[in-house]
């Protein structure tokens, strides 16, 4: 995470930027590109997507009953599971369990999590509510991609009246298609990092790591001119390395001073054990590593663009069973307080339902915001 002062001072070069840019673009009255007051919007024609979308749409339209179905359930156990996290924090540990996605804040700005953070956007947008909006000849006015300050969105305007008009089972399918996308693409990337690295599963305890990665050799350090960057750890003395855990272990069983051959993929190397700034009692090797565990891919690859890799498919999964998670809590203007008003309508008159949906939705907005401040005061 990148701490305050840096994140002000690259947010201000970074907007100055995109106002010039603005400038040059109004002056050359380039469509489709519009900035404002620390906001970014970058939409194209729906038109010229409409081929790939209509294909998409024959193949998952007549979905759309599980799609509707899948909201619901997920907005049960999303609802019980937030209600659950903020009753233990009120009660026991003030422990954040849910973080924001704040580029450059919360997440590190890199090329695989602002990719994941685009795949899983036009997931959401693009190949969920314009696909499903399609398949029921509900035109599409707009999509788009914006930034709002430092916060990355997307969205889709489908044309209202035509909206109005569908049965309350078809707006649901619209309404719910971006959540329905997002899972689909978890299971989809999940499949793919399966059989690129076989090793990986989601389930911590029947995952087979294979090591860690090294990312940086810090300067000064026992390990700087000896270990190079972009290795991959596998044994310290004979002692196997899988994650950073077995790593510590390792390094426990030597006293500072000591030393130690680390094994790795490109061969042995010979390290003098240093003292931990923090702690002088116990051994230091002096690198950063990567939090990922490293996985050997079935495919010959680099170490490096490996690791790449799995950070973005890693990512891409967290962010889009996240996203459809809390677009599907029961709370306008979400995917899934849309859904509750469209379904208590069967059961009282469209204005008295939207109230009631508006009712559910404050506590759900109080939760949500509390578990926010919980994570950046707590």
């Given amino acids: 995470m990148t701490d305050l002062p840096t994140f002000l001072r690259n947010i201000i070069l970074f907007w100055l930027v995109l106002y010039a840019i603005g400038i040059l673009l109004e002056r050359k009255r380039v469509k489709h590109f ?53 009753i233990d924090s009120l009660f026991g540990p003030k422990v954040a369990q849910i973080v924001p996605v704040i580029p450059g804040v919360t997440l590190d700005i890199t090329v695989p999590s602002l990719l994941s953070i685009f795949i899983v956007l036009l997931a959401h947008e693009v190949l969920g509510h314009a696909v499903m909006s399609y398949r029921f000849e509900v035109p ?49 990337f999940l499949m793919i990092t399966m059989l690129i690295f076989p090793g990986f599963s989601l ?53 500072p001073g000591d030393e130690v051959y680390i094994l790795t993929d490109r061969g042995n190397f010979k390290v003098r054990l240093g003292s931990r700034p923090d702690d002088p009692r116990l051994p230091y090797l002096g690198v950063q590593l990567s939090p990922i ?46 859904v509750l008003s469209e379904i208590l309508s069967f059961y009282v008159d469209d204005k008295l339902a939207r109230k009631l949906t508006w009712t559910i939705s ?15 005061l707590g």
């Fill in 34 to 86: 519009k900035v404002g007051f620390f906001y970014l919007e970058i939409s194209t024609d729906p038109r010229l997507l409409s081929r790939p979308i209509g294909i998409i749409s024959r193949l998952i339209g007549p979905l759309y009953k599980l799609s509707i179905a899948l909201t619901v359930a997920l907005s049960i156990i999303s609802s019980i599971y937030l209600v659950k996290i903020t």
């Fill in 203 to 255: 389930d911590s305890s029947s995952a087979r790591p294979s090591g860690v990665y090294v990312e940086r050799v810090f300067e000064g350090g026992p390990s700087e001119g000896l270990i190079p960057e972009g290795v991959v750890i596998r044994a310290v003395d004979g002692y196997s390395v899988k994650d950073l855990s077995s790593l510590s272990e390792a390094l426990r069983k030597f006293k």
């Fill in 293 to 338: 565990p490293y996985f050997d891919p079935s495919i010959p690859m680099p170490s490096g663009i490996s690791i790449q890799l799995l950070e973005f498919l890693l990512l891409t999964m967290v962010f889009s069973i996240g996203l459809a998670a809390i677009n599907s809590l029961p709370m306008l203007p979400l995917d899934g307080g849309l």
């Fill in 140 to 188: 599409v006015k707009k999509i788009a991609f914006f930034i709002l300050f430092f916060l990355l969105g997307a969205f889709v305007e489908p044309d209202e009246e035509s909206l109005r008009k569908l049965n309350r089972s078809k707006r649901m399918g619209i309404y719910s298609a971006g959540i329905f996308s997002n899972f689909i693409t978890f299971l989809v």
């Fill in 362 to 376: 404050a506590p759900f907005a109080l939760i949500l915001i509390y578990n926010a401040l919980l994570f950046f």
